[in-house]
Nanobody, 128 residues
Framework: QVQLVESGGGLVQAGGSLRLSCSAS????????MGWFRQAPGKEREFVAA????????YSADSVKGRFTISRDNAKNTVYLQMNSLKPEDTAVYYC?????????????????????WGQGTQVTVSS
């Protein structure tokens, strides 16, 4: 059974930084792609960033490019989301997720239907 547990959320002022962590267990973490999504109140869940198993390829949404960085430490079974220059519109519950296979079935890393395992989420609140 794959388990994903996020941590690192909290309250931060606009312009500040947070680093989210997602700890994975239940399978060989290093062989699988991972992703981060977020859901703001009253909105649908949206893609934030994704990373291939090797860490050599990363992808991010236009809204966070240049501010957020996804990375992974396979030795620690952990994926990170470093968030800098935070804005009030980044306020959301952030989820990490993993596909059933080693990668996204059709390469659609931004599509939440490509992910089978989800964490419980961690709240990020950015005050203005």
């Amino acid at each position: 059974q794959v388990q994903l547990v996020e941590s690192g959320g909290g309250l931060v002022q606009a312009g500040g930084s947070l680093r989210l962590s997602c700890s994975a267990s239940g399978r060989t973490f290093s062989s699988y792609a991972m992703g981060w999504f977020r859901q703001a109140p009253g909105k649908e869940r949206e893609f934030v960033a994704a990373i291939r198993w090797s860490g050599g390829n990363t992808y991010s949404a236009d809204s966070v490019k240049g501010r957020f960085t996804i990375s992974r430490d396979n030795a620690k079974n952990t994926v990170y989301l470093q968030m800098n220059s935070l804005k009030p519109e980044d306020t959301a519950v952030y989820y990490c997720a993993a596909p059933y296979g080693s990668s996204w079935p059709r390469g659609r890393y931004w599509d939440e239907s490509q992910y089978d395992y989800w964490g419980q989420g961690t709240q990020v609140t950015v005050s203005s």
